[in-house]
């Protein structure tokens, strides 16, 4: 016999999670992989603390999902599900508040204000309060690329969120920040494609901020909490590869800002 | 649509949803498009000749544009993760073949057994999700030659569909092609009729 039986200690003492283990795999994200001469199979996210060989015992810590603070984040989508607006067409944006592409309940809005760029200076937007939801409306006569960007300012927070919307069939190079506060930017604006990396710098003030947590997550997900952590390198670029249909967001806090960027894709 | 959609989005949309089986069909068709100097099949000048009926044959129809309807994919019920591509224009062909356990791993296995849960809890689709992000980087990154093993095959195509006549079931009063019906009794059936 040379199976075992593993053993979970969830914080009160050694409970047996599997029997009959004869496969123990660790994965990344400390996952350990398991399957027993039954053929059931689990993925638990522990750590390997003891092996006692002789009586056939696994005995695993459980890693506890670490709580991220859940912090409320603005973020803003075109109106279409077609990736773009085409030209004479209504360009409506969509203001969300909530976390994880999840918009929150009866969300409360102070102080917002929202902006695009234009001939090198940001000009002002109405926003419209409709059935509850804010809505961007900016008109039939849009062409090209446009960035956008709202904020919220609540006591000593801020929330911004920003978007590249393209108006018909354009490619657009040369585009620049908007300069906000706390910025994610893409480094290379194209079409943005499933089962290709994505790049995206974070800037303060305009500088890039090496080290920072940028947290990526995708319409519908059915996480919990975002499902993608980068960390920016010394340029403060990070990566992603887009393996889900429809929008992206990405997200990310310093001091007492959160900004967020809004990454439209048309499939 | 309004742009050419990449072969990845065209497989995806034709396939209905994202997994491992289409992506490893996904690289198979754009393999054979390498291998072969050929694009998109418009009518038939491209083959396929695909060894199994899974996920990765709706890669093969999307992107090649070798489709059951069509008449120029041809299905042989082997098992086997291996597709063979003719051109008939350049006159080659080329037969691919997955690397035995070139995918495998916890990953897969675990996909497999969620994928053939009929009801996920929350968790298992959240697991799920992430398992099925984790296979499609690694099987879209991985090189050609660590999946498939290829060469080039002499295959003859078979011939170009035919359209043939449609006549009237005397039974069922349904129009049937001519080549598949019988006649019984000065009748003319169609295979369905012929069996009452």
Redesign the interface.
Known sequence: MCEANVYINRGSGDELLMEKVDRI?P??DQSI?M?NIFGE?K?IKARIREMELVHHRVMLDEIQEVDHPVHEELWLEPATD?G?F?EGEQVTLKLFKGYNMKPGHDCEFAGLKAFIAGNGEAKELHIHDHHGSRELVLGQENDGLLQVWAEEAEGNHRRLASVLVEVG?HHHHGLKPAGLDLEIFPTDYS?A???ESYEIQVLQQGKPVPGAEVRATFAG????DY?HRLVTNDEGKARL?L???GNYLFSVSADEVISTFTLVK?? | M??N??P??LA??FHGH?CPGLLIGVRAAELAQKQLGVGQDNDEELVAVVENDNCSVDAIQAILGCTFGKGNLVFKDYGKNAWTVISRNAGRAVRIAQKFGSTAG??S??FR?LAGKPNLT?DE??????L???L??RI??MPAEEIFTWQEVSAVPPERARIRKTVRCDLCGEGVMETRTSIRDGQTLCPECQLK
């Open positions: 795999v994965g990344e992989f399957e199979r993925v077609h773009h085409h069939h079409h494609r499933m089962g997900t059915h996480q919990k499902p590869f393996t889900a249909r048309s499939f | 309004c742009k959609m990449p990845l989005e995806i949309q994202i916890p990953a296995d675990r057994e929350q689709a959240a697991e799920k999700e992430a099925i992000g984790e499609f980087e879209m990154s």
